[in-house]
């Protein structure tokens, strides 16, 4: 069965620093890994994807994520926090290998970025 | 700009009301979805609709319905409101055209209060 697991519930920066929001992934098939952003009062929007093209995946704003099989990690990481960057992130797996849309979410990672 | 919009960002109704919650995408995407969002659980799967007509239960559809009679618009009723389903309910659509990396586009989110 596939799962994923947000180690950290809350996590907080001072600007300027780097981000790492860590998720664990645990899947029977090749899995489909995502990383969702929900600023306060918006909608969920798409960080980046792991399509097994490459194992460092770069998405939008400067994150970034590497896969990594024999950790079965997925985390992600931005090189110096922006007071924008402040929100809640989302580790995202494919339910089944792709055979349908279905995702299991992470339970969410409150980013807070300090001053 | 791929839009899903959904009917009220704001709902207070009293327990035991009849509540409809409406989403509309205008990206003729096949697949709908309706998730709740409750802090410290992530997103929850209550009703999954991959076309016209056509809909499966997700994890938690006790107390929901659906209805999807025309591609755009997926709604989720709920027949009897109680205070366990104060939340925030957010729809989610997606093409189903041959990948497993598409990716989910999400409206803003109606934050039900049952009072």
């Known amino acids: 069965a596939q799962s994923v697991t947000q180690l950290d519930s809350h996590v907080s920066v001072s600007e300027g620093t780097p981000v790492l929001l860590r998720c664990n992934y645990s899947s029977s098939y090749s899995p489909s890994l995502f990383w969702y952003v929900q600023h306060p009062n918006k909608g969920l929007q798409l960080l980046l994807k792991?399509?097994?093209?490459?194992?460092l995946v770069k998405g939008i704003n400067g994150f970034e994520a590497e896969f990594k099989k024999s950790e079965t990690s997925f985390h992600l990481t931005k090189p110096s926090a922006h007071m924008s960057d402040a929100a809640e992130y989302f580790c995202?797996?494919?339910?089944?290998?792709?055979?349908?849309?279905?995702?299991?979410f992470g339970t969410g990672t409150l980013l807070a970025v300090q001053p | 700009d791929v839009k899903v919009t959904q009917s009220s960002r704001y709902l207070v109704k009293r327990t035991g009301e009849k509540v409809f919650l409406e989403c509309v995408q205008d990206m003729d995407h096949e697949n709908m979805f309706w998730y709740r969002q409750d802090p410290g659980l992530g997103l929850r799967l209550i009703y999954f609709s991959y076309d016209v007509k056509m809909k499966e239960k997700g994890d938690i559809p006790e107390g929901y319905s659906v209805s999807r009679e025309k591609k755009e618009r997926f709604s989720l009723i709920l027949e009897s409101a109680s205070t366990n389903q104060t939340s925030m309910y957010l729809c989610a659509s997606i093409t189903f055209r041959m990948s497993s990396y598409n990716e989910q586009f999400f409206g803003p989110g109606t934050r039900l209060t049952v009072l």
């Open positions: 792991y399509t097994s093209a490459a194992t």
């Open positions: 995202v797996v494919n339910r089944d290998g792709g055979a349908t849309n279905k995702l299991i």
